[in-house]
């Protein structure tokens, strides 16, 4: 079984992912997407930049471009995000696996067949089962359409099913016999890899209560699950969306209070503490208070190169406390590697 991190393709989330452990790396089959950002001059050969830095020689990173326009992204530029995305990582060495949907137009597919050719790495196909905006499965047809404008066999695709937020106990119960309905529709084509995916984070940290942790349940785990009791095929891959909301962020405005959103088995332990010392030193009270609690784990700062800072921070053996790009690299290292580890030892999240 692998773990499927369906990563935004910050800053933050490329350097966890840079710093993972062999051990995790060889267990994990990342997705990351793009992320629209007015503030960035480009945003493709920003995104290239920080893979050619993060991904290890040799790994293939799954690249979902579906947030960008479809259209040029520049004057000038020849092909669309995909395209580019394509010539951009091989020049620097980054193996890429298209992610594609069946509701593409065949510009899109032909340009991601353009780059499964290019890298040989075929593609993955991202079926939504989520339940705002409401969306129906692939038929046959379109399947089988998809995979010819691909120039691709089953066997050469990943299958994920992504069931979206998941915001309450009721709604993993739907979303969970969504993804099951799903699963028993679309196994039977052969894919090469099928998980299931979800996200159950908050859209943001608003309203949490300040200078303590606050649980949040991790239902995205519940929800693969309880796929798991009703699937009667091999079991999926499990995937989530680390410690962020599934959906697209709102383009951040000011400076974030002190924050941490760390993964314990069965919840986010998510910490925010007000701004009163100077900068963003308050971070260094809330490491502290973490590596003080029930939920530091044994294996401590051993436990992945985002714990190690954390520790550092505890004991005041950094100069600065980093800010929300550092808070959050730290926070997706630990979930990397606690995921992971779940998943090898005890067979799931």
Request: negative net charge; glycine residues 8%; aromatic residues 6%.
């Amino acid at each position: 079984m692998a773990y499927v991190p369906i990563l935004k393709g910050k800053a933050g989330e490329f350097a966890a992912l840079g710093h993972v452990t062999p051990e995790v790396r060889s267990h994990i089959r990342p997705v990351m997407e793009l992320v629209p950002d007015p503030d960035v001059r480009d945003v493709l050969e920003t995104f290239c930049d920080r893979a050619m830095d993060a991904v290890p020689q040799g790994a293939v990173l799954s690249v979902d471009c579906g947030a960008l326009p479809t259209a040029r992204v520049l004057a000038g530029d020849a092909g669309g995000p995909m395209a580019r995305l394509s010539e951009s990582l091989g020049l620097r060495g980054v193996a890429m696996c298209p992610v594609v949907r069946h509701t593409d137009e065949r510009d899109v597919l032909v340009e991601a067949a353009w780059a499964s050719a290019e890298h040989r790495t075929g593609a993955c196909l991202r079926v939504s089962v989520a339940l705002d905006p409401p969306r129906r499965l692939p038929d046959y047809d379109e399947i089988r359409w998809l995979l010819t404008a691909l120039r691709l066999e089953p066997e050469e695709v990943d299958l994920l099913i992504d069931a979206g937020p998941v915001d309450s106990e009721t709604e993993r119960d739907r979303l969970a016999d969504r993804a099951v309905r799903a699963l028993e529709a679309l196994a039977p084509w052969g894919w090469r890899h099928e998980c299931i995916a979800a996200g159950a984070f908050p859209v943001d940290l608003t309203g949490f209560p300040r200078g303590r942790a606050t649980p949040v349940a991790r239902r995205d785990a519940q929800l693969w699950r309880r796929v798991l009791n009703g699937c009667h095929g091999r079991v999926p891959d499990f995937g989530d969306f680390g410690v962020t909301h599934p959906r697209m962020p709102a383009r951040s405005r000011g400076t974030p209070d002190p924050n941490l959103r760390y993964t314990t088995p069965d919840a986010w332990q998510v910490f925010v503490y007000p701004r009163v010392r100077a900068g963003n030193d308050d971070f260094f009270v809330l490491s502290a208070d973490l590596v003080d609690s029930p939920h530091w784990p044994t294996t401590g700062a051993g436990t992945s190169w985002g714990d190690a800072r954390l520790k550092e921070c505890a004991s005041r053996r950094r100069s600065r406390a980093g800010g929300g790009t550092e808070w959050r690299a730290w926070a997706t290292s630990h979930h990397l590697a606690v995921v992971t580890a779940d998943l090898t030892t005890r067979g799931g999240p």
